[in-house]
C-alpha cells in the first residue's frame, strides 16, 4: 500500500499599497445633430469605496462653448450633464470648462470639433463568402467613398445586427472584422485574410475599425471588409434567421480617433500572458487639460442591408 502525503503552507505577507490620488474625468463622445451630453466622475483607487451617489448635479459647474461664444450652464440629470439648447453642428469648434465643486479645485478645460458628414457612393453586401479554419462563415460590405477635401481627416466604421428569430428580435455586435486593404490594415487594429486564415482568431477583436485619410487624401477610394456571418448563432444554437445589418461610417475628429487607437492597444496589453506574450501597459488618451478622459466629435451616416 502506498500512501501519499501532499502537505501545503500558507504564509502571510504584509504589503504597504500606496494611496492613489484621485484625479477628476471628463468623459464626452458628441455626435452631429445629437443631444449633447457629458459625463463628469473621478478616478478611484482600487480599494476604495466607491459611492455611486457621490457625482450629482452640484459635483460641478460644466460651461458649453461654440466657436468661441458662450452658450449656456450644463444642466444635470440621469448622471450626465446636458445641454438643452445647442444640437453639434460640422465644423463646429466646441470648448468645455469643468469646475469641480469644493475648495482648491482646478478647473479642466477640453477642445474639439464637430468633422463633415461623409457621403457614401455605392455599397455592396456579399453572404457567405468564405470559412476560416474552425469553419466559421464570414461576410464581407464593400463601401466607395470620396474623402472631404483639403483637410486632414480621420474615420471609422463599424456595424450593428438586428436578428429575427421566431417571435424575437435579437440585437447582436459584428464581429471578427478582417480586410486586405492597406488603408485600415497598416493602422494595426485588424489582420489580413491571410493572417486570418493562417493564426485564426486575433488575442483582441475590435468592435470599431479606425483609420486615416494618409493613403487616398482628397481621392475616392473603395474598402472591403470581411467579418463573421451576423445571427449565426441566436441563443447558443445555430441559426438561419432573417436579419438587418446595419453599417456606419463615420467621421472622427483626431481626438476621437487617438482615443480608439490607444483604447485597441490598452486593451491588447490586458489581454497579454504567458502563452501571448507580455505587452507593456499602454496609457490611454486624453485631451482632458486638468484631468482625465476624451471629449471628441464624430459625424455618423449608415447604410441598412435586408438580409432575408
Same mark, same amino acid.
Given at each position: 500500500?502506498?500512501?501519499?502525503?501532499?502537505?501545503?503552507?500558507?504564509?502571510?505577507?504584509?504589503?504597504?499599497?500606496?494611496?492613489?490620488?484621485?484625479?477628476?474625468?471628463?468623459?464626452?463622445?458628441?455626435?452631429?445633430?445629437?443631444?449633447?451630453?457629458?459625463?463628469?466622475?473621478?478616478?478611484?483607487?482600487?480599494?476604495?469605496?466607491?459611492?455611486?451617489?457621490?457625482?450629482?448635479?452640484?459635483?460641478?459647474?460644466?460651461?458649453?462653448?461654440?466657436?468661441?461664444?458662450?452658450?449656456?450652464?450644463?444642466?444635470?440629470?440621469?448622471?450626465?450633464?446636458?445641454?438643452?439648447?445647442?444640437?453639434?453642428?460640422?465644423?463646429?469648434?466646441?470648448?468645455?470648462?469643468?469646475?469641480?465643486? $469644493?475648495?482648491?479645485? /482646478?478647473?479642466? +478645460?477640453? @477642445? &474639439?470639433?464637430?468633422?463633415? %458628414?461623409?457621403?457614401?457612393?455605392?455599397?455592396? #453586401?456579399?453572404?457567405?463568402?468564405?470559412?476560416?479554419?474552425?469553419?466559421?462563415?464570414?461576410?464581407?460590405?464593400?463601401?466607395?467613398?470620396?474623402?472631404?477635401?483639403?483637410?486632414?481627416?480621420?474615420?471609422?466604421?463599424?456595424?450593428?445586427?438586428?436578428?429575427?428569430?421566431?417571435?424575437?428580435?435579437?440585437?447582436?455586435?459584428?464581429?471578427?472584422?478582417?480586410?486586405?486593404?492597406?488603408?485600415?490594415?497598416?493602422?494595426?487594429?485588424?489582420?489580413?485574410?491571410?493572417?486570418?486564415?493562417?493564426?485564426?482568431?486575433?488575442?483582441?477583436?475590435?468592435?470599431?475599425?479606425?483609420?486615416?485619410?494618409?493613403?487616398?487624401?482628397?481621392?475616392?477610394?473603395?474598402?472591403?471588409?470581411?467579418?463573421?456571418?451576423?445571427?449565426?448563432?441566436?441563443? $447558443?444554437?445555430?441559426? /438561419?434567421?432573417? +436579419?438587418? @445589418? &446595419?453599417?456606419?461610417?463615420? %467621421?472622427?475628429?483626431?481626438?476621437?480617433?487617438? #482615443?480608439?487607437?490607444?483604447?485597441?492597444?490598452?486593451?491588447?496589453?490586458?489581454?497579454?500572458?504567458?502563452?501571448?506574450?507580455?505587452?507593456?501597459?499602454?496609457?490611454?488618451?486624453?485631451?482632458?487639460?486638468?484631468?482625465?478622459?476624451?471629449?471628441?466629435?464624430?459625424?455618423?451616416?449608415?447604410?441598412?442591408?435586408?438580409?432575408?
Amino acid at each position: 500500500m502506498l500512501l501519499v502525503l501532499i502537505a501545503g503552507c500558507t504564509k502571510v505577507v504584509d504589503m504597504d499599497i500606496p494611496a492613489v490620488k484621485s484625479e477628476p474625468l471628463v468623459f464626452a463622445l458628441v455626435a452631429n445633430n445629437q443631444p449633447f451630453r457629458l459625463l463628469f466622475d473621478k478616478s478611484y483607487g482600487i480599494m476604495d469605496w466607491v459611492d455611486s451617489n457621490e457625482m450629482h448635479s452640484s459635483a460641478a459647474v460644466v460651461k458649453l462653448y461654440v466657436n468661441n461664444r458662450f452658450v449656456e450652464k450644463l444642466s444635470y440629470g440621469n448622471g450626465f450633464f446636458h445641454s438643452f439648447n445647442y444640437l453639434p453642428k460640422p465644423d463646429d469648434t466646441l470648448s468645455v470648462t469643468v469646475l469641480p465643486s $469644493g475648495k482648491g479645485q /482646478t478647473p479642466l +478645460f477640453a @477642445l &474639439t470639433t464637430i468633422p463633415r %458628414s461623409i457621403t457614401i457612393d455605392t455599397t455592396w #453586401y456579399e453572404d457567405s463568402v468564405f470559412s476560416d479554419q474552425d469553419g466559421t462563415e464570414y461576410s464581407r460590405i464593400y463601401l466607395h467613398f470620396r474623402d472631404i477635401p483639403d483637410q486632414k481627416n480621420y474615420y471609422e466604421i463599424y456595424m450593428r445586427a438586428r436578428c429575427y428569430a421566431d417571435t424575437s428580435v435579437v440585437y447582436e455586435k459584428v464581429t471578427g472584422y478582417a480586410s486586405n486593404s492597406p488603408i485600415v490594415v497598416n493602422e494595426g487594429m485588424i489582420g489580413s485574410l491571410q493572417q486570418l486564415w493562417t493564426d485564426g482568431s486575433y488575442v483582441y477583436e475590435p468592435s470599431t475599425v479606425v483609420f486615416s485619410d494618409t493613403l487616398f487624401q482628397n481621392t475616392e477610394t473603395e474598402l472591403g471588409i470581411s467579418f463573421i456571418r451576423p445571427c449565426s448563432y441566436v441563443y $447558443g444554437q445555430p441559426s /438561419t434567421c432573417k +436579419f438587418d @445589418l &446595419t453599417v456606419y461610417l463615420s %467621421s472622427v475628429s483626431k481626438e476621437y480617433y487617438l #482615443y480608439r487607437k490607444t483604447l485597441y492597444q490598452h486593451m491588447i496589453s490586458k489581454e497579454s500572458s504567458i502563452w501571448t506574450g507580455y505587452v507593456e501597459p499602454i496609457q490611454l488618451y486624453s485631451n482632458i487639460n486638468g484631468g482625465y478622459g476624451v471629449f471628441a466629435g464624430y459625424s455618423p451616416v449608415s447604410v441598412t442591408f435586408r438580409i432575408r
